[in-house]
């Protein structure tokens, strides 16, 4: 006999919905996952409930499927499966909030920003730093604060979504935390403001004993485009770390700084093929005279991405 699927003959959320009170939870979780495919708003009722099913796959693949899917009634759902007691609910259920964009998803995530589970605070401030609610600075500015990390760090990432200039102490603050991803978050969250007080944080963090706060840091100097960060990007490319020196060359071809041609001159020399290329892209984007010897001594270079950024940094010279 040939296998039939219940729900081949279906399009109608409501009869899809009957096989949610099925006493089989594969055939409901099939339900769950037809009532998914349909793409209909009017599923969201079906599969809040599927979220609070007696078993846990069922709820888990409710709470996946629901991120397929925007809106006040979404998020509710959403949120109460945050705290599922089955970790992989739960995590189903962050993973889903993350796609929501409707600024009222925000009423019941904010409460969980001060859930006892840290997981469910890092969670819900994850979900809340895409849709850039004003009401949210204030649990994020408390959760740098907190216990756990984790939390701190997302606090910090809605801190810099927001983008407000009166929450730059906080961050400022958060580049000196005890944990590296902290302060890496925070270092590339203050991107956004040319605030002297912001650019010497991120200046100071190229001093960080974590590598990966230090190329955020290198990085962030050239978005946030201070001309007076040259030096001390400069100084970044003796970093013994050859990412830290991949993105101080970025940004000091950002910044076109003509001062640090000679010493990204001698970049040009590094054993790395990927240094070798980013040096000569920085003096294409410098685009002084003064480096066109080194530029012609790599426009044959054994790599192939060397030589061709070697002659497209040559051609703006002569440009």
């Not at 007691?85 to 993350?98: F, G, K, M, Q, Y």
């Amino acid at each position: 006999m040939p296998f039939t699927d219940p729900f081949e003959d279906f399009g109608d959320v409501a009869e899809i919905a009957r096989g949610l009170d099925d006493a089989d939870p594969a055939v409901r979780r099939v339900a769950v996952l037809a009532l998914a495919e349909t793409a209909d708003p009017e599923a969201v009722p079906p599969l809040a409930r599927a979220a609070a099913d007696s078993d846990p796959d069922v709820r888990r693949q409710a709470a996946l499927s629901l991120g397929g899917f925007d809106g006040p009634d979404t998020a509710a759902a959403l949120a109460a499966a945050l705290t599922d007691p089955d970790r992989a609910v739960a995590a189903a259920a962050a993973e889903s909030l993350t796609e929501l964009k409707d600024v009222r998803a925000g009423a019941p995530l904010l409460p969980l920003a001060g859930h006892a589970d840290a997981f469910v605070r890092a969670a819900a401030l994850r979900a809340l730093r895409g849709l850039r609610l004003p009401e949210a600075l204030g649990p994020a500015v408390a959760a740098l604060g907190d216990p756990e990390p984790a939390v701190r760090a997302q606090g910090v990432g809605v801190i810099a979504y927001l983008k407000r200039e009166e929450a730059l102490p906080s961050l400022i603050a958060a580049t000196r935390d005890a944990d590296a991803e902290v302060r890496r978050a925070a270092v590339g969250g203050l991107a956004f403001s040319r605030h002297n007080s912001a650019v010497e944080a991120i200046a100071g963090a190229l001093r960080d004993p974590e590598w990966s706060v230090r190329e955020t840091a290198a990085e962030a100097l050239g978005r946030v485009g201070a001309s007076e960060s040259a030096e001390v990007l400069i100084a970044a490319l003796d970093d013994a770390t050859w990412q830290v020196r991949q993105k101080a060359l970025r940004s000091l071809g950002r910044l076109k700084a003509r001062r640090a041609v000679p010493t990204v001159v001698a970049a040009l020399s590094a054993d790395m093929a990927s240094l070798r290329k980013e040096a000569a892209a920085a003096l294409g984007e410098i685009a002084d005279p003064a480096a066109r010897a080194g530029l012609e001594g790599v426009a044959n270079d054994p790599d192939p991405d060397v030589r061709k950024t070697a002659r497209w940094a040559l051609a703006r010279l002569a440009a």
